[in-house]
T-cell receptor, first 114, second 116 residues
Framework: AQSVTQPDIHITVSEGASLELRCNYSYGATPYLFWYVQSPGQGLQLLLK??????LVQGIKGFEAEFKRSQSSFNLRKPSVHWSDAAEYFC????????????FGTGTQLKVEL | GAGVSQSPRYKVAKRGQDVALRCDPI?????LFWYQQALGQGPEFLTYFQNEAQLDKSGLPSDRFFAERPEGSVSTLKIQRTQQEDSAVYLCASRQSGSSSYNEQFFGPGTRLTVL
């Protein structure tokens, strides 16, 4: 079945530590790939997206993501986490070839310990 | 400029009541989307408008859900005879372009609906 999987429901890291959030997708063709962040009471904010080209994508707030076709993955990374990064992170896809709707994973809740 | 706004931010309804949720997209944005986010889940697509035309309503869970965008700007999501399973956050998003699905969707803060 076509799906977006975020295997980690919760992750806790110490401030200043590195972060990697996992995302895998299961589609016949490579979809457009996105990472969004949702803070309490806030709308979803786009961190970065991938369509084609360079497989390492830079986003806002110091985040980056790497697309790996062989693993059907699009993992989000940050070298040094700040306390303000605590939030919920969603991986999402849009099917290429005419789709418009975002299909989201179930999210990863990030907690940052000071 | 102003982002996407939604009202009300919170709505409590008794089971069986009708509710109407409003979305004001970013001015000039052609595309408008509604998503439903249940507790602990990612948002799920409900429906999509390009200007006033509702091009995709495949995600609406039942015929109790109805959305409109009569003048191609403000949109209203209406839920008739609300049920407890309708309790969720309803998110609206707008996108500047009509056809380029790669372009960013900008999300509003959502309306949290609680059905008692």
């Amino acid at each position: 079945a076509q799906s977006v999987t975020q295997p980690d429901i919760h992750i806790t890291v110490s401030e200043g530590a590195s972060l990697e959030l996992r995302c895998n997708y299961s589609y016949g063709a490579t979809p457009y790939l996105f990472w969004y962040v949702q803070s309490p009471g806030q709308g979803l904010q786009l961190l970065l997206k991938y369509f084609s080209g360079d497989t390492l994508v830079q986003g806002i707030k110091g985040f980056e993501a790497e697309f790996k076709r062989s693993q059907s993955s699009f993992n989000l990374r940050k070298p040094s986490v700040h306390w303000s990064d605590a939030a919920e992170y969603f991986c999402a896809v849009i099917l290429t070839g005419g789709g418009n709707k975002l299909t989201f994973g179930t999210g990863t809740q990030l907690k940052v310990e000071l | 400029g102003a982002g996407v706004s939604q009202s009300p931010r919170y709505k409590v309804a008794k089971r069986g009541q009708d509710v109407a949720l409003r979305c004001d997209p970013i001015s000039g944005h052609v595309s408008l989307f509604w998503y439903q986010q249940a507790l602990g889940q990612g948002p799920e697509f409900l429906t999509y408008f390009q200007n006033e035309a509702q091009l995709d309503k495949s995600g609406l869970p039942s015929d109790r859900f109805f959305a409109e965008r009569p003048e191609g700007s403000v949109s209203t999501l209406k839920i008739q005879r609300t049920q407890q399973e309708d309790s969720a956050v309803y998110l609206c998003a707008s996108r500047q372009s009509g056809s380029s699905s790669y372009n960013e969707q900008f999300f509003g803060p959502g309306t949290r609906l609680t059905v008692l």
